[in-house]
T-cell receptor, first 110, second 115 residues
């Protein structure tokens, strides 16, 4: 079983749409969760951390379900500039390392 | 925002050659990392470094790889005898604490092509 699993997409949505991505992780002992954004051939950039109570940052909302071991990211009012690959990232328990999912590609269309 | 600098942005080498990838982490950061991403695949952890020694390393980081902080500002990744499968984008990252909750700052990467 993959450690962090994501639907690769692509998700093609019109501007203004709401889109949601899910991610599942295999290690139930994981404590820290993140969403990163990666533009084509660029470095990953932290979008937001994911907290147990759920958290929101502007148009972005992240949720964590520990019982089902999944993480979600909701993007409201999609912009063209949101087009990117969204990486689900989980702390590698026991060491200072991050385990990345393969990413979900989002394409926002005019 | 402060940034991590990597050089060169592209490196082409012949199989069997040694390469050194260079990184300048953010000046007050104490923890340094290398990750790599093979084209079309996920980002993978290679190694973490603190207090002039390796803290953690992955299964990928075998005897062909080494890291060094030669002068207090640079952080290097050396691959002794490159293989075709070492072709990837290599990202350096740094943070000011060792907890993964702390934001990692990634450099823009070095694209290594082994021919």
């Amino acid at each position: 079983r993959k450690e962090v699993e994501q639907d690769p997409g692509p998700f093609n949505v019109p501007e203004g749409a709401t889109v949601a991505f899910n991610c599942t992780y295999s290690n139930s002992a994981s404590q820290s969760f993140f969403w990163y954004r990666q533009d084509c051939r660029k470095e990953p950039k932290l979008l937001m951390s994911v907290y147990s109570s759920g958290n929101e940052d502007g148009r972005f909302t992240a949720q964590l379900n520990r019982a089902s071991q999944y993480i979600s990211l909701l993007i409201r009012d999609s912009k063209l500039s949101d087009s990117a690959t969204y990486l689900c990232v989980v702390e590698d328990t026991g060491r200072r390392a991050l385990t990345f999912g393969s990413g979900t590609r989002l394409q926002v269309q005019p | 925002e402060p940034e991590v600098t990597q050089t060169p942005s592209h490196q082409v080498t012949q199989m069997g050659q040694e390469v050194i990838l260079r990184c300048v982490p953010i000046s007050n950061h104490l923890y340094f990392y290398w990750y790599r991403q093979i084209l079309g695949q996920k980002v993978e952890f290679l190694v973490s470094f603190y207090n002039n020694e390796i803290s953690e390393k992955s299964e990928i980081f075998d005897d062909q790889f080494s890291v060094e902080r030669p002068d207090g500002s640079n952080f290097t990744l050396k691959i002794r005898s490159t293989k075709l499968e070492d072709s990837a984008m290599y990202f350096c990252a740094s943070s000011d604490t060792g907890t993964v909750r702390e934001k990692l700052f990634f450099g823009s990467g070095t694209q290594l092509s082994v021919l």
